[in-house]
T-cell receptor
Framework: SQTIHQWPATLVQPVGSPLSLECTVE??????LYWYRQAAGRGLQLLFY??????ISSEVPQNLSASRPQDRQFILSSKKLLLSDSGFYLC????????????FGEGSWLTVV | SQELEQSPQSLIVQEGKNLTINCTSS?????LYWYKQKYGEGLIFLMM?????EEKSHEKITAKLDEKKQQSSLHITASQPSHAGIYLC????????????FGQGTTLQVKP
C-alpha cells in the first residue's frame, strides 16, 4: 500500500530564517506531487505541482520554492521566511496521469515569529 | 478561473439528525472530490464523483453530483460525534489536469 509522510509536524521559525519541509511517498512510482497551504480564512491553496523529477509548476507567486530531487521526494523551501508564510502546509500525491484521487499527508504547522 | 462555494460554512446538529452540505461550482466539474479533515490534521479522502447524476455511499455518508455537473451534495444520515470535522469539496480547476482547487470548507459539530 502507498503511504505519504511529511516532516517536521510543527515548526516555529523567526522572520528571515530559511525553511525546509520534506515529503516522501512510498509504495508507488512516478507519482504526481503537490504542496498545498491552508491559511486561516483562505481555504486550501495549491502552491506547487510536480509530474516528475525536476519538473515543478508554481501555481501562485510567493516567497517559497519547491524541488523534487528524487522520484518520491518533494521539498518545500524558503530562503527568508515572512510572517505571511505562517500556515498549515500539506503535501499530497496522486498516481501519474489525471483524474486520479489525491491523497494527503499529515500536514506541517509553520509559525513564523 | 473556477471557484467552489460550500454551504453552509458551519453546522451544529444534534446526534442522530441528518444533514446536507452543498458544493457549487462556477464551471462544469470534471471530477468532484469530498474530503474530511480534523482541525490541524491531513485530509481524509471520502469519495470522488465524475459522472453527471452519479451517487456514491460509504457507511452513512452519501455524495451526489447533479446532471449538469456543477453542484454536489454530501448527506450524512443519523449523524454521530465521529462525523464532526471539516468537510471540503475539491475539483479539478483546470479541466482534468489533476490539480485540485477547494471550497472554503464546512465545519460540522455534532452534539451528543
Amino acid at each position: 500500500s502507498q503511504t505519504i509522510h511529511q516532516w517536521p509536524a510543527t515548526l516555529v521559525q523567526p522572520v528571515g530564517s530559511p525553511l525546509s519541509l520534506e515529503c516522501t511517498v512510498e509504495g508507488t512510482s512516478n507519482p504526481n506531487l503537490y504542496w498545498y497551504r491552508q491559511a486561516a480564512g483562505r481555504g486550501l491553496q495549491l502552491l506547487f505541482y510536480s509530474v516528475g523529477i525536476g519538473q515543478i509548476s508554481s501555481e501562485v507567486p510567493q516567497n517559497l520554492s519547491a524541488s523534487r530531487p528524487q522520484d518520491r521526494q518533494f521539498i518545500l523551501s524558503s530562503k527568508k521566511l515572512l510572517l505571511s508564510d505562517s500556515g498549515f502546509y500539506l503535501c499530497a500525491w496522486s498516481r501519474t496521469g489525471t483524474g486520479n484521487t489525491i491523497y494527503f499527508g499529515e500536514g506541517s504547522w509553520l509559525t513564523v515569529v | 478561473s473556477q471557484e467552489l462555494e460550500q454551504s453552509p460554512q458551519s453546522l451544529i446538529v444534534q446526534e442522530g439528525k441528518n444533514l446536507t452540505i452543498n458544493c457549487t461550482s462556477s464551471k462544469t466539474l470534471y471530477g468532484l472530490y469530498w474530503y474530511k479533515q480534523k482541525y490541524g490534521e491531513g485530509l481524509i479522502f471520502l469519495m470522488m464523483l465524475q459522472k453527471g447524476g452519479e451517487e456514491k455511499s460509504h457507511e452513512k455518508i452519501t455524495a451526489k453530483l447533479d446532471e449538469k455537473k456543477q453542484q454536489s451534495s454530501l448527506h450524512i444520515t443519523a449523524s454521530q460525534p465521529s462525523h464532526a470535522g471539516i468537510y471540503l469539496c475539491g475539483a479539478d480547476g483546470s479541466g482534468n489536469t489533476g490539480k485540485l482547487i477547494f471550497g472554503q470548507g464546512t465545519t460540522l459539530q455534532v452534539k451528543p
